[in-house]
């Protein structure tokens, strides 16, 4: 098992940026493919990237490519979510997930954090 953090959410302006943490405990985090989610009031929950055990492999949804970076430190069980550029439709609770073979759906991921709510003003 593995127990999930986030941190570093935010009320932002359009255009800034934030950066998103996800401490990780319980079995070696190096085990686990990590993903980005995010739920926005009446939306389901989207995938916004997700990152391979080593870091080697990283994966975007289209409308974040070249705006947000996801990075792992295993060294302190950390995952990020640097989000630069941000616009009014990226607000939503983030997640950060994990799974042994975690992929785009959210169903793939079976341990959770609690989220983090991120605000873009316009």
């Known amino acids: 098992q593995v127990q999930l953090v986030e941190s570093g959410g935010g009320l932002v302006q359009a255009g800034g940026s934030l950066r998103l943490s996800c401490a990780a405990s319980?079995?070696?985090?190096?085990?686990?493919?990590m993903g980005w989610f995010r739920q926005a009031p009446g939306k389901e929950r989207e995938f916004v990237a997700r990152?391979?055990?080593?870091?080697?492999?990283?994966y975007y949804r289209d409308s974040v490519k070249g705006r947000f970076t996801i990075s792992r430190d295993n060294a302190k069980n950390t995952v990020y979510l640097q989000m630069n550029s941000l616009k009014p439709e990226d607000t939503a609770v983030y997640y950060c997930?994990?799974?042994?073979?975690?992929?785009?759906?959210?169903?793939?991921?079976?341990?959770w954090g609690q989220g983090t709510q991120v605000t873009v003003s316009s």
């Open positions: 997930a994990a799974d042994l073979r975690g992929d785009t759906d959210a169903r793939d991921y079976d341990y």
């Open positions: 990152i391979s055990r080593s870091a080697v492999d990283t």
């Open positions: 319980g079995r070696s985090f190096s085990w686990w493919v």
